[in-house]
């Protein structure tokens, strides 16, 4: 494995933390790390003892769209129906990549 793997590992376990830390604070559940993996991610622990697969996606605007709604709509921020949209089809290929045999 080489250190754009391991760059990569990094930056999903800092999100990941994040993640956590904000989901206790809604929910009041505390999650443990115990295991990163490949498929899914991450394995937490809940408090109760259960064991849950997490798996990260990032959703991004393309850049030339994020750059002319900046630049010639003054907005710097996702729409938020393009956003559902994406997060939409990010699910769905994540869901299809689960699904392949590894």
Known sequence: MNDRYYGKKLV??????TFLREYQA?????LGIEEHVE??????????????GIELTKVMREPK???????????DYADPG??????????????????RPD
């Open 65 to 75: 769209a994020a750059f002319f709604q900046q630049v010639v709509m003054g907005r």
């Open 12 to 17: 999903e376990e800092s999100e990941l933390e």
């Open 39 to 52: 498929r899914p991610d991450f394995i937490v622990r809940c408090q109760n003892g259960k064991r849950l």
């Open 82 to 99: 393009d956003a559902a949209i994406d997060l939409e089809e990010a699910i769905y290929l994540k869901e299809k990549k689960r699904r």
């Open 26 to 30: 809604i929910t009041g559940v505390r």
